[in-house]
């Protein structure tokens, strides 16, 4: 839809004889997929996604990416998920050649006019105590808590077991 929306754009400036920046197929494609799922000040989120879970499992992991466009650095200090006993802020990180993880009870930095990518074997959020198998295709409300831009609701879209990123990042969606 947003190619769509370019292409039209692009044919009425062209008709109209307009000067546009000229993008490769390339740049394009990546400008659609920066489209940020949600946007609260100087926070905005990109590309949320969890992974569908097999009955029983106790545990899922929530990815997404977070920018932050301010001048101060800001921190993620929660997060909130109606479908687990406890949500927390992880890495995955090699210590001694041997990959482990742990908590970050202090949080997460979000650098100013930087970018942190939550993703799998890296930072991510932890679900804990699943209360409920996550299924394919739902979408799953969560709520990170930031120490200066408080509040923000996204919703995680599931994707498959082996889900690597959002679905709309995948080719052929």
């Known amino acids: 839809m947003t190619l769509k929306l370019f292409f039209a754009g692009l044919a009425l400036a062209l008709a109209m004889q307009v000067p546009v ?10 400008t659609v997929d920066r489209v940020p799922a949600v946007v609260v000040g100087d926070i905005s989120i990109f590309g949320p996604f969890t992974r569908a879970t097999l009955p029983n499992a106790p545990v899922a992991g929530g990815f997404l990416s977070i920018v932050n466009s301010g001048d101060e650095v800001d921190r993620l200090v929660s997060a909130h998920a109606a479908i687990s006993g406890e949500t927390q802020i992880h890495e995955m990180a090699v210590e001694s050649g ?21 993703a799998p074997g890296g930072y991510h959020l932890m679900f804990m105590s699943l209360l409920q198998p996550i299924i394919e295709g739902e ?35």
């Open 139 to 173: 979408r799953v409300p969560v709520t990170l808590v930031f120490e200066k831009a408080g509040e923000i609701r996204v919703e995680l879209i599931a994707g498959g077991a082996a889900a690597d990123k959002a679905a709309n990042q995948m080719p052929g969606h």
């Open 21 to 30: 920046p000229v993008l490769s197929q390339e740049r394009a494609m990546q």
């Open 98 to 118: 041997v990959m482990k993880m742990r908590q970050l009870a202090d949080g997460l930095e979000i650098p100013a006019g930087g970018e942190v990518v939550l």
